[in-house]
T-cell receptor, first 111, second 115 residues
Framework: GQQLNQSPQSMFIQEGEDVSMNCTSS?????WLWYKQDPGEGPVLLIA?????ELTSNGRLTAQFGITRKDSFLNISASIPSDVGIYFC???????????FGKGTKLSVIP | EAGVTQFPSHSVIEKGQTVTLRCDPI?????LYWYRRVMGKEIKFLLH????????ESGMPNNRFLAERTGGTYSTLKVQPAELEDSGVYFC?????????????FGSGTQLSVL
Protein backbone atom coordinates (compact mmCIF):
# COMPACT_ATOMS: atom_id res chain seq x y z
CA GLY A 1 0.00 0.00 0.00
CA GLN A 2 0.90 3.68 -0.03
CA GLN A 3 3.46 4.87 2.49
CA LEU A 4 4.60 8.28 3.63
CA ASN A 5 8.12 8.94 4.89
CA GLN A 6 8.01 11.73 7.43
CA SER A 7 11.11 13.38 8.83
CA PRO A 8 12.54 14.17 11.19
CA GLN A 9 11.15 11.69 13.68
CA SER A 10 11.73 14.12 16.56
CA MET A 11 13.11 17.61 17.13
CA PHE A 12 14.30 19.60 20.11
CA ILE A 13 14.43 23.33 19.46
CA GLN A 14 14.78 26.55 21.39
CA GLU A 15 11.77 28.82 21.75
CA GLY A 16 11.79 31.39 18.95
CA GLU A 17 13.49 29.14 16.41
CA ASP A 18 11.94 28.13 13.11
CA VAL A 19 11.07 24.50 12.42
CA SER A 20 10.75 22.54 9.21
CA MET A 21 9.48 19.02 8.64
CA ASN A 22 8.56 17.15 5.50
CA CYS A 23 6.91 14.12 4.00
CA THR A 24 7.68 12.21 0.86
CA SER A 25 5.80 9.50 -0.93
CA SER A 26 6.49 7.04 -3.71
CA UNK A 27 2.92 7.60 -4.92
CA UNK A 28 1.15 10.69 -6.16
CA UNK A 29 -1.33 12.30 -3.80
CA UNK A 30 -4.13 14.68 -4.71
CA UNK A 31 -4.46 16.06 -1.20
CA TRP A 32 -1.88 16.78 1.48
CA LEU A 33 -2.87 17.53 5.05
CA TRP A 34 -0.95 18.49 8.17
CA TYR A 35 -2.24 17.63 11.65
CA LYS A 36 -1.10 18.28 15.19
CA GLN A 37 -1.80 15.93 18.07
CA ASP A 38 -1.60 17.04 21.69
CA PRO A 39 -1.23 14.42 24.45
CA GLY A 40 -4.49 12.60 25.11
CA GLU A 41 -6.24 14.23 22.19
CA GLY A 42 -6.98 13.35 18.60
CA PRO A 43 -5.23 14.94 15.62
CA VAL A 44 -6.37 18.45 14.73
CA LEU A 45 -6.13 19.74 11.17
CA LEU A 46 -3.66 22.57 10.72
CA ILE A 47 -3.46 23.05 6.97
CA ALA A 48 -5.08 21.37 3.95
CA UNK A 49 -3.52 21.51 0.46
CA UNK A 50 -5.45 20.52 -2.64
CA UNK A 51 -3.35 21.70 -5.59
CA UNK A 52 0.22 20.92 -6.68
CA UNK A 53 2.49 23.87 -5.93
CA GLU A 54 0.01 25.37 -3.48
CA LEU A 55 1.56 27.31 -0.60
CA THR A 56 -0.75 27.98 2.32
CA SER A 57 -0.27 29.74 5.63
CA ASN A 58 -2.13 29.53 8.91
CA GLY A 59 -0.66 32.03 11.33
CA ARG A 60 2.95 31.03 11.99
CA LEU A 61 2.50 27.82 10.00
CA THR A 62 3.22 27.48 6.30
CA ALA A 63 2.83 24.33 4.22
CA GLN A 64 3.43 23.53 0.58
CA PHE A 65 2.11 20.86 -1.78
CA GLY A 66 5.08 19.72 -3.86
CA ILE A 67 5.04 20.17 -7.62
CA THR A 68 5.62 16.45 -8.17
CA ARG A 69 2.63 15.74 -5.88
CA LYS A 70 4.87 13.33 -3.99
CA ASP A 71 5.98 15.58 -1.17
CA SER A 72 4.95 18.32 1.22
CA PHE A 73 6.61 20.36 3.92
CA LEU A 74 5.46 22.23 6.99
CA ASN A 75 7.29 25.20 8.47
CA ILE A 76 6.64 26.73 11.86
CA SER A 77 8.15 30.14 12.46
CA ALA A 78 9.14 31.64 15.81
CA SER A 79 8.21 28.56 17.81
CA ILE A 80 6.51 28.90 21.20
CA PRO A 81 6.05 26.36 24.01
CA SER A 82 2.49 25.50 22.96
CA ASP A 83 3.81 24.23 19.62
CA VAL A 84 4.91 21.10 21.47
CA GLY A 85 3.19 17.98 20.18
CA ILE A 86 3.26 15.41 17.41
CA TYR A 87 2.83 16.65 13.85
CA PHE A 88 1.48 14.29 11.21
CA CYS A 89 1.37 14.62 7.48
CA UNK A 90 -1.39 12.79 5.63
CA UNK A 91 -2.23 12.30 2.00
CA UNK A 92 -5.07 11.05 -0.09
CA UNK A 93 -5.18 9.76 -3.65
CA UNK A 94 -7.64 10.59 -6.39
CA UNK A 95 -11.22 9.71 -5.59
CA UNK A 96 -10.38 8.38 -2.14
CA UNK A 97 -11.45 9.57 1.29
CA UNK A 98 -8.91 7.29 2.89
CA UNK A 99 -5.99 9.14 4.49
CA UNK A 100 -2.45 7.73 4.57
CA PHE A 101 -0.49 9.13 7.50
CA GLY A 102 3.20 9.61 8.16
CA LYS A 103 4.67 8.31 11.42
CA GLY A 104 4.76 11.77 12.93
CA THR A 105 7.35 14.32 14.06
CA LYS A 106 7.54 14.83 17.79
CA LEU A 107 8.38 18.47 18.51
CA SER A 108 9.80 19.65 21.81
CA VAL A 109 10.33 23.37 22.46
CA ILE A 110 12.80 24.42 25.12
CA PRO A 111 11.80 27.73 26.76
CA GLU B 1 -21.19 22.25 19.30
CA ALA B 2 -20.08 18.92 20.80
CA GLY B 3 -17.08 17.28 19.18
CA VAL B 4 -16.53 13.67 18.25
CA THR B 5 -16.92 11.59 21.39
CA GLN B 6 -15.32 8.22 21.95
CA PHE B 7 -15.96 5.77 24.76
CA PRO B 8 -14.20 4.36 26.64
CA SER B 9 -11.05 6.46 26.72
CA HIS B 10 -9.06 3.46 27.93
CA SER B 11 -9.71 -0.27 27.90
CA VAL B 12 -7.52 -3.03 29.28
CA ILE B 13 -8.58 -6.56 28.41
CA GLU B 14 -7.08 -10.01 28.23
CA LYS B 15 -6.31 -11.83 25.05
CA GLY B 16 -9.38 -13.69 23.85
CA GLN B 17 -11.88 -11.27 25.37
CA THR B 18 -14.27 -9.06 23.45
CA VAL B 19 -14.20 -5.28 23.45
CA THR B 20 -16.62 -2.79 21.92
CA LEU B 21 -15.58 0.77 21.20
CA ARG B 22 -18.14 3.47 20.61
CA CYS B 23 -17.99 6.67 18.61
CA ASP B 24 -20.53 9.49 18.57
CA PRO B 25 -19.82 11.75 15.61
CA ILE B 26 -20.68 15.42 15.39
CA UNK B 27 -24.40 15.77 14.81
CA UNK B 28 -25.24 15.94 11.13
CA UNK B 29 -21.98 14.45 9.91
CA UNK B 30 -22.69 11.75 7.36
CA UNK B 31 -19.07 10.61 7.05
CA LEU B 32 -17.60 8.56 9.89
CA TYR B 33 -14.14 7.01 9.89
CA TRP B 34 -12.21 4.65 12.11
CA TYR B 35 -8.41 4.82 12.28
CA ARG B 36 -5.89 3.03 14.47
CA ARG B 37 -2.39 3.84 15.65
CA VAL B 38 -0.31 0.95 16.86
CA MET B 39 2.59 1.98 19.13
CA GLY B 40 5.39 3.65 17.21
CA LYS B 41 3.69 3.28 13.86
CA GLU B 42 1.60 5.49 11.66
CA ILE B 43 -2.13 6.11 12.02
CA LYS B 44 -3.84 3.65 9.70
CA PHE B 45 -7.24 3.77 8.07
CA LEU B 46 -9.71 1.06 9.06
CA LEU B 47 -13.00 1.99 7.43
CA HIS B 48 -15.36 4.71 6.25
CA UNK B 49 -19.14 4.98 6.70
CA UNK B 50 -21.43 7.24 4.76
CA UNK B 51 -24.53 7.38 6.90
CA UNK B 52 -25.18 3.73 7.78
CA UNK B 53 -23.41 2.26 4.75
CA UNK B 54 -19.83 1.00 4.69
CA UNK B 55 -18.20 2.96 1.90
CA UNK B 56 -14.71 1.52 2.27
CA GLU B 57 -13.61 -1.17 4.69
CA SER B 58 -10.37 -2.04 2.99
CA GLY B 59 -8.33 -1.20 6.09
CA MET B 60 -10.01 -3.65 8.46
CA PRO B 61 -7.26 -6.06 9.58
CA ASN B 62 -9.30 -9.27 9.66
CA ASN B 63 -12.70 -10.71 10.46
CA ARG B 64 -12.20 -10.31 14.20
CA PHE B 65 -13.11 -6.65 13.68
CA LEU B 66 -16.73 -5.67 13.12
CA ALA B 67 -17.93 -2.11 12.70
CA GLU B 68 -21.52 -0.98 12.65
CA ARG B 69 -23.33 2.29 12.35
CA THR B 70 -26.98 1.65 13.01
CA GLY B 71 -29.30 4.40 11.84
CA GLY B 72 -26.37 6.42 10.58
CA THR B 73 -25.70 7.96 13.96
CA TYR B 74 -23.17 6.51 16.41
CA SER B 75 -20.81 3.72 15.44
CA THR B 76 -19.35 0.76 17.28
CA LEU B 77 -16.18 -1.19 16.58
CA LYS B 78 -16.08 -4.64 18.11
CA VAL B 79 -12.97 -6.77 18.40
CA GLN B 80 -13.70 -10.44 19.06
CA PRO B 81 -11.60 -12.22 20.14
CA ALA B 82 -8.92 -9.65 20.91
CA GLU B 83 -5.28 -10.47 20.22
CA LEU B 84 -2.10 -8.84 21.58
CA GLU B 85 -1.40 -7.08 18.27
CA ASP B 86 -4.74 -5.27 18.48
CA SER B 87 -3.33 -2.96 21.16
CA GLY B 88 -3.17 0.66 20.12
CA VAL B 89 -5.16 3.86 19.97
CA TYR B 90 -8.39 3.71 17.98
CA PHE B 91 -9.53 7.04 16.59
CA CYS B 92 -12.90 7.93 15.20
CA UNK B 93 -13.39 10.95 12.93
CA UNK B 94 -16.38 12.55 11.27
CA UNK B 95 -17.09 15.11 8.59
CA UNK B 96 -19.86 16.53 6.49
CA UNK B 97 -19.72 16.01 2.75
CA UNK B 98 -16.85 17.94 1.26
CA UNK B 99 -13.27 17.68 0.10
CA UNK B 100 -11.00 15.07 1.64
CA UNK B 101 -9.80 16.16 5.05
CA UNK B 102 -11.90 19.28 4.99
CA UNK B 103 -13.55 19.87 8.35
CA UNK B 104 -12.61 16.37 9.44
CA UNK B 105 -12.76 16.19 13.21
CA PHE B 106 -11.10 13.47 15.26
CA GLY B 107 -12.14 12.17 18.65
CA SER B 108 -9.63 11.79 21.48
CA GLY B 109 -9.29 8.08 20.82
CA THR B 110 -9.67 4.87 22.79
CA GLN B 111 -6.43 3.43 24.13
CA LEU B 112 -6.81 -0.35 23.92
CA SER B 113 -4.39 -2.59 25.76
CA VAL B 114 -4.64 -6.34 25.22
CA LEU B 115 -2.67 -8.34 27.79
Amino acid sequence: GQQLNQSPQSMFIQEGEDVSMNCTSSSIFNTWLWYKQDPGEGPVLLIALYKAGELTSNGRLTAQFGITRKDSFLNISASIPSDVGIYFCAGSGAGSYQLTFGKGTKLSVIP
Amino acid sequence: EAGVTQFPSHSVIEKGQTVTLRCDPISGHDNLYWYRRVMGKEIKFLLHFVKESKQDESGMPNNRFLAERTGGTYSTLKVQPAELEDSGVYFCASSQAGRVGEKLFFGSGTQLSVL
